[in-house]
């Protein structure tokens, strides 16, 4: 039985070692080579999506081989080289790549097509272009072959397939530099043995490269023939692939440095534009727009647009855009497709685009899966803008900001979003200079309206200021030289405010001088002069535009003045944003109801089951079902949410319409592209609240972040107190006072240097480490004196915006390893340091109570009332129990907490960290606005690791009076009252029922019949 087995081996060996064998022999025998014709299981590898060899360095060889047949055009077949290796040697590679079929599994979006002077198989003018099936470019040769090296040696000699048909031979790369191959006649393809030509590192390319470099190859290296994907400069793979042979040894992967040209290198932005850390769209439509300011000469100077962005994978890219517009002009508009590596484009702007002052920016997002039509694969849809990749470019870099203070809007911010301003002082901080620094930030934050700010005060050697960044020296004119190259010749005449280009600081740097101290007091009040009225409006249009409306009174906004126009859609989940704000003496969180007034339309294709939803804050607020069939229209729906939902300052609202169709049930191909429109939002929605109380609380951090309040409201000096007078400490209040004022719209006045006696009657600010907080503050606002000791925050954990650190992360797979080896838990009696006191509470309550108990029934009842009413038995209460404390968590990062003074008439607040240095680099994040919009309640502590705000209510507070108790405010402020304090007004009912029947019986013995 053996003998003809050999025998059929040895044909098909000699059928495929012939000159002339058939090609359709070749497929059947490439798929049983499996190594010896390069086949591998490897996955398409991110960043190597075709183009030119690298410029230098050894070639890696490749592991895979496309697995799909690429459209071809033609029969006519080239005349393959000849190699130097033997026939023995190289018989099974050239056997399994002579004719075979060409299949791959679809890679990334193919790029642009090489020219022909860039690569070796650039075919001569007027030659049909070969046949991908057919087409085939011998691999280079090795000079010496060992025959006792044979197996390892032969892949290096198999024919390479190249597929014209393609805009590039994706997914794998060109071959080195190589002289062109002779055409084939088109009537009759030769399959005629291979010439012996010289090793290709011995002859003179066809056409030259235009690489700097050409590339070595090593041919001692076992190979598989096929080059891997990549782009110049990308560093190969050193993981070797699944092979589909057993037994056979995987491929050794030479590592190729990277090199990038110089052509290839990205542009940086002179001027970033994305206003915060991250800015992601998520879902099948999304937009954002928002403010930023240019000077005149950034308007006049000739510009380009970047934009830089990264998306899903799901992400279908032939239906899924993103658009970019600047002041209504449209500058991109392309389909989404970067699932891999960030996408990069640049256009330039046409002049008159930009304007000096405020310029509107606005980018639109419309994205669909590929494959799965259903609701929920709708929040799988993403794009993210790459912040260091996206903002201007200006032509010989960005103009200096030299001028006044109008300028200072056109400052901007870092790739981070964050506005670095270094404070540059001659003395020492104490006495007067840390109310200067104080006061000078909130000026700059006002006038500039930073979305961020992060306040260093400068120390040591002090370089050029970071791009995005502001340096300011503050100093008389006699000072400035110890702190800059050139000093203005107007500092020594009178109070200057000026920006200019310093040779030592750099550019934009603002002096703030004058002859004498009292010269430098006037200019910080000059810069101080501004106040951003608030009257219907609150600005934030450098984080989201337009503006939200302030809603004080009785007040409706059509969705049109929101930024919200009328749209069309036909996805699965509709989406529109808009933002709304609320004064600091808002009081209506137990009762009343706002009001969205819904204009819309949906189609037959809707199906029963359908809703829409009203979001506030991140919460789910009110809702909508769509129960009719066969379409309908919406006119003027009313959908209540109630007030609870809302809280002091801005508050982000959104409406989600989830669409249920027959067709996305059953999703056939093509499902997701883009057919009839479903729904029809129309901007004339409207937003409306109806008449609420005014009466302001305190202890309240909403009311307190919303507008500094109860702070701006005698115009009295706000008494900072620092726990140590150093640097850190400094930053740190400066951060924070530069929120206050934009917040505020205008600069509170500072005391940073108040009597100690006289603090029990003032509102105060204290900042510094938690060590260095006396204990009668720790009392006054809350806070549990064991703070001190349990508060065990690691100076990288307050540092780092990760989730978490290297260390944490390797105590994490230990424990999964331990875990997986069965390790048994620790014995009972030694403690456990990754539980808290809630876990163990928890854990020890369901072990000695058992589940049939009265307390158990009772505290089930109160879970039922309080899901369903918003109602706790602590609403039954008369008056207030025991006092509380608060222990914020052990990784807590920024700790603020409200209380009042001694006196009870002062508001006291604490800002405080583990250390003055993790407290001063924790603020710039705690003043962010994605943090700061959700500060609230009596105590808040947050965690820059994982981003989490842990909050305790407002157990009791005092009210404060903010406007004129009217009748209908009085009634109000009581409905809400009441609406908390369940057992009052029940108690008040019950006594007016029995005074009510008392009256009533009294009357009627007067004044009745007896019957």
């Known amino acids: 039985m053996r003998a003809p087995a050999s025998i059929a081996a040895a044909l098909i060996l000699a059928l495929a070692q012939a000159p002339l064998a058939s090609p359709w022999l070749a497929p059947a025998y490439a798929q049983g080579a499996g190594q010896g014709t390069g086949f591998s299981m490897t996955p398409p590898i991110p960043g190597y999506s075709g183009g030119n060899a690298p410029a230098s360095g050894n070639a890696a060889p490749a592991t895979s081989v496309p697995m799909t047949p690429p459209a071809s055009s033609g029969s006519a077949a080239p005349s393959p080289s000849a190699s130097s290796t033997p026939p023995a040697a190289s018989s099974t590679s050239n056997a399994g790549a002579a004719g075979g079929q060409n299949f791959s599994i679809p890679s990334f979006p193919t790029p642009s097509a090489p020219s022909q002077g860039s690569t070796p198989f650039a075919m001569p003018s007027g030659q049909a272009a070969p046949s991908s099936s057919s087409a085939w470019i011998p691999a280079p040769a090795a000079s010496t072959t060992p025959a006792d090296d044979t197996p390892a040696r032969t892949q290096t000699s198999q024919a390479q397939p190249i597929n014209p048909q393609q805009a590039n031979p994706a997914p794998y790369v060109q071959a080195p530099a190589m002289p062109s191959p002779a055409m084939p006649s088109p009537a009759m393809p030769s399959l005629a043995a291979p010439r012996t030509t010289p090793p290709a590192s011995a002859q003179a390319p066809a056409s030259p490269p235009t690489s700097p470099a050409p590339p070595t190859w090593d041919m001692d290296q076992s190979s598989t023939g096929i080059e891997l994907p990549g782009e110049p400069g990308a560093p190969a793979p050193t993981a070797a692939p699944f092979q589909m042979v057993p037994g056979r040894p995987a491929p050794v992967i030479t590592q190729v440095p990277a090199t990038t040209p110089a052509a290839e290198v990205r542009k940086r932005p002179d001027r970033f534009l994305i206003p915060q850390r991250r800015m992601i769209f998520a879902g099948e439509v999304a937009s954002r727009a928002w403010v930023f300011y240019a000077t005149q000469e950034e308007a006049n100077r000739q510009a380009s647009f970047l934009l830089s962005y990264l998306s899903a994978v799901v992400v279908m890219p032939e239906t899924s855009r993103i658009r970019v517009t600047v002041n209504g002009q449209a500058l991109i508009e392309r389909p989404i497709a970067a699932s891999q590596e960030p996408a990069h484009f640049e256009v330039p702007i046409q002049r008159g685009t930009l304007r000096p002052g405020a310029n509107l920016i606005r980018i639109d997002v419309v994205q669909r899966h590929r494959t799965d039509c259903a609701v929920t694969a709708t929040y799988e849809l993403w794009t993210e803008i790459n912040n260091e990749g996206t903002g201007l470019v200006f032509n010989g870099g960005r103009p200096p900001l030299s001028g006044g203070l109008d300028d200072l809007a056109s400052v901007g911010f870092d790739q981070y979003g964050v506005t670095p301003i270094r404070i540059v002082t001659p003395g020492p901080i104490e006495g007067g200079g840390s109310s200067r620094v104080l006061r000078v930030v909130q000026g ?92 219907d409006a609150v600005n934030t249009q450098t984080l989201y535009a337009p503006n939200a409306p302030l809603f004080d009174s009785a007040r409706g906004v059509r969705l049109g003045e929101l930024g919200v126009p009328t749209q069309e859609f036909s996805g699965r989940r509709f989406r529109a944003e808009f933002q709304i704000a609320l004064p600091a003496d808002f009081y209506a969180q137990a009762y009343g109801n706002a009001q969205l007034l819904l204009d819309a339309a949906f189609t037959a294709a809707v199906r029963p089951g359908s809703h829409v939803d009203v979001y506030v804050n991140e919460q789910i607020a009110s809702n909508l079902p769509i129960t009719a069939s066969g379409g309908g229209l919406f006119q003027r729906e009313r959908m209540q949410i109630p007030l609870r939902n809302f809280r002091p300052g801005v508050n982000r609202l959104w409406l989600e319409v989830v669409l249920d169709t027959e067709s996305d049930a059953r999703c056939l191909p093509g499902a997701t592209l883009p057919a009839e429109n479903r729904f029809v939002l129309f901007d004339s929605t409207e937003f409306s609240i109806g008449d609420f109380a005014r009466i302001g609380r305190l202890p309240d951090l909403a009311s307190f972040s919303a507008n500094a309040f109860p702070y701006n409201l005698d115009g009295n000096p706000v008494a900072v107190v620092l726990a140590r007078q150093d640097s850190s400490t400094l930053s740190a209040a400066g951060t924070l006072m530069s929120r206050l004022a934009l917040a505020n719209g205008a600069p509170l006045p500072i005391d940073a240097s108040p009597a100690s006696v006289t603090l029990g009657e003032r509102n105060v600010i204290f900042v510094g480490s938690i060590d260095q907080i006396s204990s009668s503050v720790l009392d006054q606002v809350g806070v549990a004196e064991t703070v001190r000791t349990n508060w065990v925050v690691s100076a990288s954990g307050d540092e780092s915006g990760d989730v978490g650190s290297s260390d944490e992360y390797d105590n994490v797979l230990e424990r999964f390893r331990s875990r997986q080896v069965g390790d048994s838990p620790p014995p009972p009696g030694e403690p456990r340091l990754d539980q808290n006191t809630h876990e163990v509470y928890e854990r020890w309550r369901g072990s000695v109570q058992g589940h049939s108990s009265l307390y158990s029934i009772v505290e089930g009842f109160e879970s039922w009332l309080e899901r369903t009413f918003s109602i706790n038995f602590e609403s039954f209460r008369l008056q207030e129990g025991r006092r509380s404390l608060f222990e914020p968590p052990p990784r807590t990062s920024v700790l603020m907490a409200q209380g009042t003074g001694p006196t009870g008439s002062a508001a006291w607040t604490l800002v405080a960290g583990r250390t003055p240095e993790a407290l001063a680099a924790s603020m710039t994040r705690f003043t962010s606005d994605a943090v700061w919009n959700r500060v609230g309640g009596q105590a808040v502590a947050y965690q820059v690791a994982s981003g989490d705000i842990e909050r305790r209510d407002i157990r009791s507070f005092s009210f404060i009076v903010t406007q004129p108790l009217s009748l209908g405010n009085l009634r109000m402020i009581a409905a809400n009252w009441l609406s908390i304090n369940i057992l009052p007004y029940a108690l008040m009912l019950v006594l007016a029922g029995t005074i009510l029947g008392c009256a009533t019986a009294l009357l009627l013995r007067r004044l009745g019949r007896p019957s």
């Not at 700010?453 to 100093?475: E, F, N, Y």
Request: charged share 20%; hydrophobic share 40%.
């Open 444 to 535: 700059l934050a006002v006038r500039g309206q930073f979305p961020n700010t992060s306040v260093t005060i400068a120390d040591g050697q002090i370089g050029q200021t970071p791009p995005g960044g502001l340096t300011v020296v503050v100093g008389t004119a006699s000072e400035l030289p110890r702190l800059m190259a050139s000093v203005p010749n107007e500092a020594r005449l009178r109070p200057i405010t000026t920006l200019l280009e310093d040779d030592r600081l750099g550019a934009p740097t603002l002096v703030i001088s004058g002859p004498t101290a009292a010269d430098v007091d006037r200019a910080i009040d000059r810069l101080n002069a501004i106040s951003i009225p608030r009257t």
